[in-house]
């Protein structure tokens, strides 16, 4: 991954830290030796790089669905259903390096092969995918920038989202929570404004949720009694 970094720089520019604390040299060794087997990187750059026009990224037909979590954190929800459900191939998109590092220790150990990673920007892995292809897209609690002149930075853009409305295959979903009341209201306002989204909930989610509580940053937000909101986006 970091020769894919130093040689396609522009694929993993975002904005933020790709390392949240010093990864150890272990988790730098796993990156570097085990990284590329499990990846579809260097299948997203290629594609990207050599057939502009033919954009169709090679998906296992064998499982029942796909399934992308966007920027997944420690990977606790990612492993838990890649466990649950081994019939649904689960793509999962992260920038953070030791987020990465320790999803791929466990499918290493575990020798799970219904987990492909992606440490590229999440646009570009959105542009290699061909329209309809994808079951359920989950984002959840994506850093908010809540600085107004931050606003740009995020992820869930009126470009983003529709094109992750494109990917979706006909009943195919995207599940989208934040603990930003600020963040809740732009998509709101970005999805209403936009005819294509034509089954959409918004809402405050309540503890009887079965996504409430599902990772850290959820249960951070919970802690310090701050309210959770959802939107769910069906491709009728």
Not at 151 to 171: A, F, G, T
Not at 189 to 204: A, P, R, S, T, W
Not at 220 to 232: G, P, R, T, W
């Amino acid at each position: 991954m970091f020769e894919l970094n130093n040689k396609f720089p522009e694929y993993y520019r975002f904005h933020g830290r790709r390392i949240s604390k010093k990864i150890s040299v272990a988790n730098n060794n796993l990156i570097n030796n085990k990284f590329e087997q499990y990846s579809i990187d260097r299948e997203v750059i290629n594609l990207l790089d050599n057939n502009k026009n033919n954009l169709d990224l090679s998906l296992n037909k064998n499982f029942k669905k796909v399934i992308i979590e966007v920027g997944f954190g420690n990977g606790e929800y990612l492993i838990h259903n890649a466990i649950t459900n081994p019939n649904f191939l689960y793509i999962g998109s992260e920038v953070y390096i030791n987020g990465l590092a320790k999803v791929l220790k466990f499918i290493t150990q575990f020798n799970i092969d219904n987990i492909k990673l992606c440490g590229l920007n999440f646009s570009y892995l959105l542009k290699s995918i061909k329209s309809e292809t994808i079951d359920e897209i989950i984002v959840i609690n994506p850093d908010p920038w809540p600085k107004k002149r931050h606003n740009k930075r995020r992820l869930l853009s009126h470009k983003n989202l529709v094109l992750m409305k494109k990917k979706l295959k006909k009943r195919g979903k995207i599940f989208i929570s934040t603990d930003s009341k600020n963040y809740f209201d732009d998509i709101k306002l970005i999805v209403n404004n936009e005819k294509q989204f034509d089954k959409v909930i918004f809402e405050c989610m309540s503890n009887l949720d079965n996504m409430y509580g599902i990772s850290n940053y959820q249960r951070k937000a919970i802690s310090n009694k701050k309210e959770l909101y959802k939107i769910e986006i069906t491709h009728n």
